[in-house]
């Protein structure tokens, strides 16, 4: 069972579909009402800065991963598999695989929304770098790179997330409300690589 946190990434924004007012508005409502439950401190993040800036959000987040860098690196390059392995994820198809490059397609929930997009993974193995770059999206382009630094007793890893995200329509949400997505998308993906290791 592999995990990718990579593609979590884009779940970073909320979506509001549906072809009518109506669904649009009663996608408003959802993710508010979902949006609470990610208010204030979550035990997977260890630090956040969430900053918004015009159209432009600064994402750093880090977590802390009890497993060998090599373990978690490996569940890292391996997004296709995330929707096996989460709730969250309902399509994570491969498109394309060339060198150390993947396109997918992505079908996510994030706040009880459900985005549809397509990114760009990039993997570094010598420096346990990932990047991540939205192709086609319908509300964000995303920029950014998952690092994985190995503890000294090489135990555990630090995962740290870094993003530009910035908006490519107004969305009629507000900041912290797209701010519970981006803790949303972060911590289930945190959930997923600890599940797929066998960590509590």
């Keep these: ?33 979902a949006a609470v439950k990610w208010e204030g401190e979550i035990k997977e993040i260890a630090f956040q800065k969430i900053e918004k800036e015009g159209k432009t959000f600064d994402i750093e987040l880090h977590s802390r991963i009890d497993a060998p860098i090599d373990k978690v690196w490996a569940a890292l390059k391996a997004p296709e598999n995330l929707a096996d392995n989460s709730e969250q994820y309902k399509l994570s198809k491969l498109l394309k695989e060339e060198g150390n490059s993947k396109e997918l397609e992505i079908r996510l929930v994030a706040l009880d929304n459900l985005q549809v997009f397509t990114v760009r993974l990039t993997f570094d193995d010598a420096n346990k770098v990932a990047t991540i770059k939205t192709l086609t999206s319908t509300l964000a382009d995303i920029d950014g790179t998952y690092e994985l630094t190995a503890s000294p007793d090489g135990a555990k890893t630090l995962y740290v997330y870094k993003a530009k ?6 969305l009629p949400l507000s900041v912290d409300v797209q701010r519970s997505a981006i803790k949303e998308s972060f911590v289930n993906q945190v ?6 290791l066998s960590i509590s």
């Design 191 to 196: 959930r997923a690589v600890k599940k797929q």
């Design 1 to 33: 069972m592999k995990i990718s946190r990579v593609l979590s990434l884009a779940l970073c924004v909320v979506v509001v579909t549906g072809s009518t007012g109506c669904e649009q508005i009663m996608g408003l409502f959802r993710a508010q009402r």
């Design 165 to 170: 995200q910035t908006d490519k329509v107004a």
